[in-house]
């Protein structure tokens, strides 16, 4: 069966500190990875994604996670965050076969001035 | 393009009653799941859709039903209310290939 473990509940970080979301996966099958965000009384928003190709990958608004096959991980970044940045993330890992997606419980960042 | 629209927004129900809620997926999209996030926790998958088939179920019984039309759209429906379905329903739908889902904003059940 699949699993994901995100290993920190919350994350408080002053702005423009760097942060680092921590993912961990189980599975025994070839998946896509994902990271979701999702502010306050909305739904969830597709952050990044790997599929295959480059273990690298990055975002529209200056995260970035990497794919570590031999950790079984796939942890989020960004260098310098932002008021803004502050909300709920979630990584998920997609069933290949199914595309049915698994969560983990989800990490709280929280950006202090 | 239309993103994934769910509706109503929020809702309150009676322990025991029915309820159904609706999900217009984004255009081009003919693969929709449903997920129940309960407070502080990640979605949980409760099943998916493929042209009007239902083909993946999560731990969810058998009172939790669904329905996809042929325009795509879908239906959740939840029979004989329990209080621990009290949660944020969440609506996603995908053109498949296991490339992303795009989500709805959710309809957020209270269950007294």
């Known amino acids: 069966a699949q699993s994901v473990t995100q290993l920190d509940s919350q994350v408080p970080v002053f702005e423009e500190a760097p942060v680092e979301l921590r993912c961990n996966y189980s599975?025994?099958?070839?998946?896509?990875l994902f990271w979701y965000v999702q502010y306050p009384n909305q739904g969830l928003q597709l952050l990044l994604k790997?599929?295959?190709?480059?273990?690298l990958v990055e975002s529209i608004n200056g995260f970035e996670a990497e794919f570590n096959k031999s950790q079984t991980s796939f942890h989020l970044r960004k260098p310098s965050v932002h008021i803004s940045d502050t909300a709920e993330y979630f990584c998920?890992?997609?069933?290949?076969?199914?595309?049915?997606?698994?969560f983990g419980q989800g990490t709280t960042l929280q950006v202090k001035p | 393009e239309t993103g994934v629209t769910q509706s109503p927004t929020h809702l309150i129900k009676t322990r025991g009653q029915q309820v159904t809620l609706r999900c217009s997926s984004q255009?081009?999209?003919?693969?929709v799941s449903w997920y129940q996030q309960a407070l502080g926790q990640g979605p949980q998958f409760i099943f998916q859709?493929?042209?009007?088939?239902?083909?993946g179920r999560g731990n969810f019984p058998p009172r939790f039903s669904g329905l996809q039309f042929p325009n795509y759209s879908s239906e959740l429906n939840v029979n004989a209310l329990e209080l621990d379905d009290s949660a944020l329903y969440l609506c996603?739908?995908?053109?498949?290939?296991?490339?992303?889902?795009?989500f709805g904003s959710g309809t957020r059940l209270t269950v007294v």
């Open positions: 996603a739908s995908s053109s498949g290939g296991n490339y992303g889902y795009t």
């Open positions: 599975s025994s099958v070839s998946v896509y």
């Open positions: 790997y599929l295959s190709g480059s273990t």
């Open positions: 998920a890992v997609s069933d290949s076969r199914t595309g049915k997606l698994i």
């Open positions: 255009s081009g999209h003919n693969t």
């Open positions: 859709y493929y042209r009007e088939e239902e083909n």
